[in-house]
């Protein structure tokens, strides 16, 4: 009985032992799973060496486009370097210009009574105020226009057409008409930031001709040495003020004056003899807190924003024109309030709408619908406000 019981013993553990026989319907399950595995570990190994490859080759073209880029200036470099050097350091600008160009300074007549100098036939007029803005672009679209339009003779007898300038440190608008009544004209519009702005106006471009440019190449290649200068200004010694009604600080040339409670109420105050800056604090809780919401969280549907937006004021402020860790500075494009300055948690409006005229004190001379440009040294003010939380 024993042996009996100890032979069944054994038979059953190499039973146990002996490995399970894999059965003739799981065979092509699994070789489809290893032709699966297979397929996409190719199909990784390819992604990955084509991002890698696709990587090499952006950096290899930008290599190569950085190249050209240098190349073309070695170029343009070597075709200025006889060319004479204006700076002007009244207005922050500096380009190179052929030899035969005569300067001239000291005319005292100019379409926009705002010229800065003639340099053979372009004159480059200052936009120091929104008039000659509005006078300037007035005079410079339609001929744009035309450019744009593709406009021939047929339809206005001047042909007009916009050139590429290579030029990395400003943005420039441009455009070269000539009809069988006018002389070729050329205008261009030239902007490198806030506060930098010129506008040109040529005529008659008579090329080959006594102080006038030999070639249309010479000319688009003065505007391609076209910079604004790096502004220096150093505020270390200007005087501060504190206003601890709205908690904020800032800096002021030595030479300015401050008034508070301007027009007897204490949301204004007055910067400067000549023209008054308003820091006017005192927009309603609402519509302060529409624009925080808008600028300076990031709520585009803001009451604020669609108001301004469906009279036609003001869509496209989103972007600041000035931005550090402290502050953000906005163009509102409004009569009004024409610049919001501010954070997340504070909201100052700046108006620059009065001048003083001494022995009558404060007069609106230019109206409250006629808005002006910040001058650079007003915007340099501005950029020194603090918020003190």
Known sequence: MQRTLSSETTSKVSAAEEPTAIQPSQKPKMILWIILAALAAIILIGWVFWTYQKAINEVEKLALEQKVLELKKQVQKDETADWQTYRNEEYGFEFKYPKNLKVVTDFEYSMFNSGIVDIGPLLFVNIKNEEVRSKARNYFEPYLELAHKNSDSADSGINCVTKEIENNDVQIENVICNGVEIYPIFLAWIEGGIGKELFISGYPILYGQ??????????????????????????????????????????????????EDFLADERFLALKDDWVLFFDTGIDDKSGQDILIHLFIGDANSFHSRNLCEQNIACQYDNPIYHNNSISIYDSKHAVYDWFIGNENNLITVGKIFDLDEGMGYVDRIGIELRNSLDKETLQVIKTIEFIN
């Open 210 to 259: 006594n102080n006038n440019f030999a070639s249309e190449s010479d000319l688009l290649r003065l505007l391609s040495t076209f910079r604004f200068l790096e502004e220096t200004e150093d505020v270390s010694t200007w005087q501060i003020y504190r206003n601890k009604k709205y908690n904020f600080v800032l800096k002021y040339p030595n030479g300015w004056t401050i008034k």
